[in-house]
């Protein structure tokens, strides 16, 4: 046996190498970027004039119904916007479960001005069953 040679002994590197997480972490950044615009979007209403009063600014975001210019119904809750075309029962439904959950949430109409008047006391009334309280109309403000 040799008296002089000590063996080193090493100990095991117990670092995380970071970079990839950091790559991951920007490309999902830029996807998210490039996705929120498109998710933002709202349906193409051309709402009738008139001067009304704007909802407070602390007020929560409105559930907004909306019917376009081809009779279609949507539904936008809070931020969230969809393009799925829905049945007045699937609105009642989702409206009536954000109203038990959030009661103080306001609850606009958004209706094309084309759009017969039938169809809009049709959602009116729908949402009346499903238990929003009070229903607002959404207008544009008038040109000066």
Do not use: C, W
Request: glycine share 4%; aromatic share 4%.
């Amino acid at each position: 046996m040799q008296q002089g040679y000590q063996r080193k002994r090493r100990r095991p590197v117990a670092e995380i190498n970071v970079v990839p997480y950091i790559d991951v972490m920007l490309v999902l950044l830029i996807i998210f970027m490039v996705t929120a615009p498109i998710v933002t979007q709202g349906v193409k209403v051309d709402l009738p004039q008139g001067e009304a009063e704007s909802l407070p600014a602390d007020s929560k975001p409105p559930v907004v119904a909306s019917i376009d210019a081809d009779g279609d119904y949507y539904l936008d809750i809070g931020s969230a916007s969809s393009k799925e075309v829905l049945e007045l029962e699937e609105i009642a439904v989702r409206v009536s479960a954000i109203i038990q959950l959030e009661p103080e949430r306001p609850v606009v109409v958004k209706a094309d001005r084309s759009i017969p008047y039938e169809r809009v006391i049709q959602l009116m009334v729908t949402l009346q069953k499903a238990g929003v309280p009070s229903v607002g109309l959404m207008t544009d403000s008038p040109e000066e």
